[in-house]
């Protein structure tokens, strides 16, 4: 072999080396969270919670809101508006919402909603890092995603099963109890749940998260009360984004197939 045919290939197999073991491949990141806020009144119209700190371009902004006497809740975000993804059937004369949006590169101090008539209300807002741009929800807020303990209530919250799509999805669960007194679970979910976030009184909401991995069902879990209470629960998860990652063992074993197919002398396993 000639000088010039060697460094042509010393020059081919570099470049082969460093297209395989830079390339990325795919996998999912966990979702981080940014930071809660909640709020709450005894009768109002106007709904707000304060933005979560450090919220940056990119995060997801969720409102879970607990409304009293089934009066239909509106954005007021004007040019910003949060997106209304699920509103629940009645659990005694209440309901719980889901809104969303993207934030962007400048956000409002707080995040505001009116409602139709005026009463009780609380309201959780949370900021999410690493959720996919494009879809945000692995399992969207949906009336088949939500449970609600009718007639007398009980002393527990149940949530109903899902089935996540995407390793590392971030289920959130939350508790609405329809009551003006206050009220705290006395025992959160369990299963690798963590309490996210509470706010007990005026229209009591309480919430947990996890991250699931592998993807797959999770079961239902549950809250319990030390008294009688009419709950009603809703679950869903974000979908985290695709992260590069460089899979150095699979793309070397792809190396080392192509330089014994090149030169047949080359062994990397």
């Known amino acids: ?16 080396f460093l297209f395989f073991l830079f390339v990325p491949s795919s996998a999912e990141a966990a979702i981080g969270i940014v930071a809660t ?26 409102a879970i809101i607990n409304m009293n006497a089934a009066q239909n809740v509106t954005d007021n975000n004007g040019a910003t508006p949060l997106v209304r993804d699920f509103r629940s059937v009645n659990y005694g004369t209440a309901d719980i919402s889901v809104w969303s949006r993207y934030a962007g590169g400048s956000e409002p101090a707080s995040y505001a ?13 949370i900021s999410l890092r690493g959720v996919d741009q494009t879809n945000k929800y692995d399992v969207t807020p949906s009336s088949s ?22 390793d590392n999805a971030f289920i959130i669960t939350t508790a609405g109890v329809d009551t003006g007194v206050t009220t705290i679970p006395s025992t959160y979910p369990g299963d690798s749940f963590i309490k996210l976030m509470q706010r007990d009184t005026d229209q009591p909401l309480a919430t947990s998260y996890k991250i699931k991995s592998p993807q797959g069902v999770q079961s239902s879990v549950n809250w319990t009360y030390g008294v009688t209470v009419l709950p ?19 793309q070397f074993r792809m190396l080392g197939g192509l330089l014994r197919i090149l030169g047949g002398s080359f062994t990397i396993r």
Request: with cysteine.
């Open 145 to 166: 995603n939500f449970s609600y303990t009718g007639g007398a209530g009980g002393t527990t919250a149940t949530s109903t099963a899902i089935t996540t799509v995407t």
């Open 232 to 250: 009603g629960v809703t679950t869903f998860a974000m979908k985290p984004a695709a992260d590069p990652v460089v899979n150095v063992t699979s």
């Open 113 to 125: 909603f009116t409602a139709a008539g005026s009463d009780r209300w609380a309201i959780e807002c």
């Open 37 to 62: 806020t909640t709020n709450s009144n005894a009768g109002s119209t106007a709904i707000s919670c304060t933005k979560p700190s450090g919220t940056a371009s990119g995060d997801v902004v969720l």
């Open 1 to 16: 072999m000639s000088a010039i045919s060697r460094l042509s290939t010393r020059a081919a197999l570099s470049s082969l």
